[in-house]
């Protein structure tokens, strides 16, 4: 099992920007595809981003041109910079792989507020 521990929140203005990093234990991150995912309150988790082991990467609707996904593989780690930054963004973000797992091993997560 990998474990994984998000970092990166905060809380921000319209239109600010944040970066989000996760770090993932273990020696096998480079072959891994990983992705970002979002909770806000009241509703299901939903992913964001993806990026495949060779960094072909993928965005939901709602955050593409604001939203940047990339790894570092000599890290053991996944970023997402967010950018132009909506009130609609503000949930609690996790990293995880893509697609996630058969079993629970979600992490504490980071948490985004967008706020003026």
């Known amino acids: 099992q990998v474990q994984l521990a998000e970092s990166g929140g905060g809380l921000v203005q319209p239109g600010g920007s944040l970066r989000l990093s996760c770090v993932v234990s273990?020696?096998?991150?480079?072959?891994?595809?990983m992705g970002w995912y979002r909770q806000a309150p009241g509703k299901q988790r939903d992913l964001v981003a993806t990026?495949?082991?060779?960094?072909?990467?993928y965005y939901v609707d709602s955050v593409k041109g604001r939203f940047t996904i990339s790894r570092d593989n000599a890290k053991n780690t996944v970023y997402l910079q967010m950018n132009s930054l909506k009130p609609e963004d503000t949930a609690v973000y996790y990293c995880?792989?893509?697609?996630?797992?058969?079993?629970?091993?979600w992490g504490q997560g980071t948490q985004v507020t967008v706020s003026s």
């Open positions: 995880n792989l893509s697609p996630p797992p058969g079993y629970d091993n």
């Open positions: 273990g020696s096998i991150f480079r072959i891994l595809h």
């Open positions: 990026v495949t082991s060779v960094g072909t990467t």
